[in-house]
């Protein structure tokens, strides 16, 4: 099967679990440079840049601070998510206007880390369309903080 590996990208993707023939693999796990791997699509999701101030604007950038500060310190958070981690995770996608589609999966919190979070996909948002029937299962990754 073809594979897709996500390391040189740069901002916050989504990948929908879908038999597409296509497998997508993305660095993760901070230093533990974990290579998960999931068939589906890739969207890309809310990245932007200003040509004025030369500043990238992605969910990607809060995410990563996040990932590589006090708490996690680049570690990759490779045993799991916590709740703490949920909330921060969940204040990003409000902020982006994500919420209303993507939602953390909780009961896969023990297969989420730094860069490949499992989340399912509700219904249709303003950035992707038609992946019924829904509930459908998902990763939300952004570059890898090694």
Not at 1 to 20: F, H, K, N, Q
Not at 72 to 97: C, M, P, Q, W
Not at 133 to 141: F, K
């Amino acid at each position: 099967m073809p594979e897709i590996d996500l390391s040189d990208t740069v901002g916050l993707g989504l990948i929908i679990s879908l038999d597409s023939g296509v497998v997508y693999s993305n660095q993760t796990g901070g230093t533990s440079c974990l290579h998960p791997e999931l068939q589906g699509v890739y969207i890309s999701m809310r990245n932007d840049y200003t040509e004025e101030h030369k500043k990238f604007l992605s969910p990607e950038v809060e995410l990563s601070d996040f990932f590589e500060g006090v708490k996690h310190r680049g570690a990759g958070a490779t045993n799991g998510l916590d709740l703490d981690d949920v909330v921060f995770i969940e204040s990003v996608l409000e902020k982006y206007n994500l919420d209303g589609s993507i939602e953390i999966a909780r009961n896969r919190l023990h297969e989420s880390h730094e860069a490949w979070v499992n989340v399912s996909i509700t219904g249709d948002s303003d950035v992707f369309s038609g992946f019924g029937p829904y509930p459908r299962n998902a990763i939300l990754t952004w570059a890898n903080s090694d």
